[in-house]
């Protein structure tokens, strides 16, 4: 996904880009399909991600109900994008990851000031 589309997506995804009530700055969306094994599976590692964290916004969107976001992925499911102040930071599509990769990147990228 090229960084254009990641624009799009949080476009698409945070429509008025309003962050939150709390100021928050970061936001993580969760991208998947309640029908779909692995998305279910990813649950567990993207509630872990947004453990103690609340300083920032989750967002999970099931692309069951959001059919032009879903566009969007075609099809690769889960996905999990992190934005910090509106701007695509990193993204991890499909299930090609490795959770604790995952885990490392989200920390670094909160850490990086990026």
Same mark, same amino acid.
């Not at 690769?76 to 885990?103: H, N, Q």
């Given at each position: 996904? +090229?960084?254009?589309?990641?624009?799009? +997506?949080?476009? =698409? @995804? +945070?429509?008025? =880009?309003?962050?939150?009530?709390?100021?928050? +700055?970061?936001? @993580? $969306?969760?991208?998947?399909?309640? @029908? &779909? &094994?692995?998305? *279910? =599976?990813?649950? #567990?590692? $993207? !509630?872990?991600?947004?453990?103690?964290?609340?300083?920032?916004?989750?967002?999970?969107?099931?692309?069951?109900?959001?059919? &032009?976001? =879903?566009? %969007?992925?075609?099809?690769?499911?889960? &996905?999990? @994008?992190?934005?910090?102040?509106?701007?695509?930071?990193?993204?991890? %599509?499909?299930? *090609? /990851?490795?959770?604790? !990769?995952? %885990? %490392? /990147?989200?920390?670094?990228? *909160?850490? #990086?000031?990026?």
């Amino acid at each position: 996904m +090229a960084i254009g589309d990641l624009r799009e +997506a949080y476009a =698409a @995804l +945070a429509p008025g =880009a309003v962050i939150s009530e709390r100021g928050s +700055a970061v936001v @993580l $969306f969760s991208v998947g399909s309640g @029908l &779909s &094994s692995p998305c *279910r =599976a990813f649950k #567990s590692v $993207f !509630d872990e991600i947004a453990q103690g964290q609340d300083n920032e916004q989750y967002e999970v969107v099931d692309v069951e109900t959001e059919r &032009s976001i =879903a566009a %969007l992925f075609d099809g690769v499911v889960p &996905s999990l @994008l992190f934005y910090k102040d509106g701007v695509p930071v990193c993204c991890f %599509l499909g299930t *090609r /990851w490795a959770t604790e !990769d995952v %885990l %490392l /990147w989200i920390r670094d990228c *909160r850490n #990086s000031g990026a």
